[in-house]
């Protein structure tokens, strides 16, 4: 980890969120809050004012959620990364917030240094899911060995939330191609639906790469 400073920018609709936040964060030399906003648009024209790094982002808030907010910020601002900090740990969030484009998912009510670990890990360039989401998408184990190195490639690239296109570019594969692959993967691992198919490829990323 660089001893820079990292800028972040606190998005929450709750100012007594961000003020506990705030305080948790600029205790540690390395991290500083440059920026808050209690909605997507203020957020987005505070990312454009400020040299921002990261975004802690919220999803519940009014007007524009978290999720379409991270959009927003994948397309506007690519090089500033975000990271959900939501009291939501369903699998459709953390699902929607990957394909949004998030680097990382984690709880409100993880402790302080599991938020830090976060923003560390997604500003060294991984991705992180905080311990208790992790254990939500744990699921037994299956001989994940069956899978040949490029399935276990494209099961890398569908943790990321990634589609069969951008998949098939990445790799320099046909769209079809990376079709099969999936139906392979799945057939191979006895997993039916998409939603089972991304929550296996969240847990295999984090076995095989840590937070990464």
């Known amino acids: 980890m660089s001893s820079d400073i990292i800028k972040i920018l606190l998005v929450d609709d709750h100012p007594l969120v961000r003020d506990g936040l705030r305080a948790r964060l600029e205790a540690l030399p390395h991290l500083r809050v440059v920026a808050e906003a209690g909605d997507a648009d203020e957020a987005l024209?505070?990312?454009?004012?400020?040299?921002?790094?990261?975004?802690?982002?919220?999803?519940?808030?009014?007007?524009?959620?978290?999720?379409?907010?991270?959009?927003?910020?994948r397309q506007g601002h690519p090089h500033i990364a975000v990271l959900i900090l939501s009291m939501h740990d369903k699998?459709?969030?953390?699902?929607?917030?990957?394909?949004?484009?998030?680097?990382?998912?984690?709880?409100?009510d993880a402790p302080g240094k599991d938020i830090v670990l976060a923003i560390?890990?997604?500003?060294?360039?991984?991705?992180?899911?905080?311990?208790?989401?992790?254990?939500?998408?744990?699921?037994?184990?299956?001989?994940?060995?069956?899978?040949?190195?490029?399935?276990?490639?494209?099961?890398?690239?569908?943790?990321?939330?990634?589609?069969?296109?951008?998949?098939?570019?990445?790799?320099?594969?046909?769209?079809?191609?990376v079709e099969t692959h999936r139906l392979n993967i799945k057939r191979k691992l006895g997993i039916e639906g998409q939603a089972e198919l991304i929550k296996y490829a969240v847990q295999h990323a984090r076995f095989e790469g840590g937070a990464g």
């Open 45 to 73: 024209a505070q990312a454009a004012a400020a040299e921002v790094d990261l975004v802690l982002m919220d999803i519940n808030m009014r007007g524009i959620n978290g999720i379409e907010a991270t959009a927003r910020f």
């Open 91 to 108: 699998l459709e969030y953390v699902t929607q917030a990957m394909q949004a484009g998030a680097r990382g998912y984690v709880l409100k």
């Open 120 to 177: 560390e890990t997604v500003m060294s360039g991984g991705i992180y899911y905080s311990a208790a989401l992790a254990r939500q998408l744990a699921r037994p184990l299956v001989a994940d060995n069956q899978l040949t190195s490029r399935e276990h490639e494209v099961l890398q690239h569908i943790s990321k939330g990634q589609s069969n296109k951008q998949i098939a570019r990445d790799l320099a594969l046909s769209v079809r191609t």
